[in-house]
């Protein structure tokens, strides 16, 4: 992450902008379509002691060096609008990285593994989840 210009892609409370942020990037934006994730994510870095840009939208797209898009396809809706999104970002030559943890709308012909984990849950127990690069 370090110098890079990271865009967090349905930040929730965005742990990903953070960790970019904490990973030396030159800028974290997040973004969200609920103005409350929006809202945690502020929170969120300020209490981890940095910098988070809170984008309310995406239109013009930011310039950036990399997106993380995480667990943007948990519901036939969301995996129609994040793939349109997605597809911009690549139309625009931008890296697209994808961690899911296995959604039933995962459009797993239009990404490449890269990495796979058992993340623990509550409980105890783990899940599977893993990391995808997103194809043009």
Same mark, same amino acid.
């Given at each position: /992450?370090? =110098? $890079? ?6 930040? =929730? ?16 934006? *997040? ?37 993380? *898009? =995480?667990?943007?396809? #948990? ?22 990285? !994808?961690?899911? @943890? =296995?959604?039933? %709308?995962?459009?797993? @012909?239009? /990404?490449?593994?890269?990495?796979? #984990? %058992?993340? @623990?849950?509550?409980?105890? *127990?783990?899940? @599977? *989840?893993? !990391?995808?690069?997103? $194809?043009?």
């Amino acid at each position: /992450m370090t =110098g $890079r210009t990271v865009l967090d892609l349905g930040s =929730g409370c965005g742990i990903v902008a953070i960790t970019a942020a904490q990973a030396g990037a030159t800028t974290a934006f *997040a973004t969200d379509l609920d103005r409350y994730a929006l809202a945690a994510t502020a929170l969120n870095a300020a209490a981890n002691e940095v910098d988070v840009a809170i984008l309310p939208g995406l239109d013009p797209l930011p310039r950036v060096d990399l997106v993380l *898009a =995480g667990d943007v396809f #948990y519901d036939a809706s969301a995996a129609r609008q994040s793939a349109l999104l997605l597809d911009r970002f690549r139309g625009a030559g931008i890296p697209v990285l !994808v961690g899911d @943890p =296995g959604r039933k %709308h995962l459009p797993l @012909p239009r /990404m490449t593994l890269l990495a796979s #984990y %058992h993340v @623990p849950e509550f409980g105890g *127990a783990t899940v @599977p *989840a893993a !990391v995808y690069a997103w $194809r043009p």
